[in-house]
């Protein structure tokens, strides 16, 4: 059923897993501004990924995850949650633990799938199976709001907001690599972390000399803590 304006003053997106995720999420954020426009939106995300919404216009808090498996964490980050009094959470991708977090402070209304184990603890549920790959991610997280009464419509809205810090930082590491602000190239991230199968190094050393030869476009090859092996690999697999 739809719920009321009246009925939501504080929301909370919940997102505690990684960058690729955080940034699929940032289309609910206008959407639920515009369906709540008087509610005071927040954030729920790991420390490194604070930076992609804290400067994001329909985001009014940032609350970070601590991931520790410890009681300890548990009741610092639950804390924090139960003091904002939340009507409603969100959670596009749920573990367990964030899920019980939710439940525990309280929250009125707590959205999620509704083919977990632990789907008990939402009591607006969307029944649609991710695993099958059978629409976009953003398209997934769209529907959740769906089960709010928000109408879906037009294009999905990416909303970024770079420091210039973070912008000087990233025309120095160009410069440095012989690569000038106006020219366009083609960066790949090989690795994912652990969070997915991996593509072979030799497929994307393949793809980074077909980007070169059929687009004509220099190619970076970036990696996460723990990649360098792997990036090097790519590097080195390249002919050209």
């Known amino acids: 059923r739809t719920v009321l304006n009246a009925d939501v ?11 690729g995720d955080v940034i699929l999420s ?3 954020l206008p959407l639920l501004k515009r369906r709540f426009p008087h509610a005071r939106i927040s954030v729920l995300v790991r420390s490194y990924t604070r930076e992609l919404v804290e400067r994001h216009s329909c985001v009014d ?22 003091a904002r009094k939340f ?8 573990r367990f633990r964030s899920t019980f977090l939710m439940f525990l402070a309280g929250i009125r209304l707590r959205v999620g799938t509704g083919y977990r184990w632990y789907s008990i603890l939402f009591n607006r549920k969307v029944y649609e199976h991710r695993k099958d790959a059978q629409r ?20 999905a809205q990416f909303e970024l907001t770079i420091s210039s ?4 930082a990233v025309d120095s590491f ?23 199968r991996d593509w072979r190094a030799e497929n994307f050393s393949e ?14 090859v970036s990696g996460g803590k723990g990649e360098d092996r792997l990036v090097q690999n790519v590097v080195e697999g390249m002919k050209t």
């Open 26 to 28: 940032l289309p609910m």
């Open 174 to 196: 160009l410069a440095e690599n012989l690569i000038s602000g106006e020219e366009k190239f083609v960066i790949l991230h090989p690795g994912s972390g652990g969070s997915a």
């Open 165 to 168: 810090s973070a912008k000087k």
């Open 136 to 155: 976009h991610e953003v398209e997934y997280n769209l529907n959740l709001l769906r089960s709010l009464g928000i109408e879906i419509d037009g294009a």
């Open 87 to 94: 009507d409603l959470a969100i959670i596009p991708y749920p």
């Open 207 to 220: 793809l980074g000399d077909k980007v070169k030869a059929l687009l004509g476009l220099k190619v970076l």
């Open 9 to 19: 003053k504080n929301i909370l997106l919940v997102r505690t897993d990684r960058i």
């Open 61 to 82: 808090e940032v609350l970070v995850y601590e991931h520790e498996d410890s009681v300890r964490s548990l009741w610092n980050t639950l804390k924090h949650i139960r």
